[in-house]
């Protein structure tokens, strides 16, 4: 059972593990031994996520969702499966945690009258320095 928070349980039997030969360090270990692991999570038909967490993940991380609804995670950090299982269904806890709480609504703020002032009194000093700038006028 992976436990994400209070409220969001996720059942082991959801997820599916494939096990492929991984790149990196481990030396003829790597040409033998299956140890990259592919986590496959049906999104799209799981009872586990209130609908309101699954909407926010499914817009956040479309790009790891398949055509078919399921949702793909890989690790090969480490030279074993066990291993290798942990840190997917760390991954997975990360990114389910990121969206669990709902984001907060921003709410607008007025610019204080000393931050308007402040601009204003910018703005007229630059125009000063400019005016100051140029020729005299002939017409006085």
Known sequence: MLTVNDKITIPFTEFDFTF??????????????NTKVTLRWNLAD???????VKARFTE???RRIT??????????????QGRN???CLEKL???LQEVAQAP???????????????RLKGKRKSSQKKNLRRKPSTDD
């Open 60 to 62: 956040r991380f479309h």
């Open 46 to 52: 799981s009872p586990s996520l209130p609908a309101e």
């Open 93 to 95: 806890r990360a990114l």
């Open 67 to 80: 055509k078919t609804g399921d949702f793909l995670i890989h690790s090969q950090r480490f030279r074993d």
């Open 85 to 87: 299982v942990a840190d």
């Open 104 to 118: 907060k609504k921003r709410k607008p703020t007025r610019r204080t009258r000393g931050s308007v002032e402040r």
């Open 20 to 33: 492929s030969r991984s790149s990196g360090p481990g030396g003829q270990n790597v040409n033998k031994v």
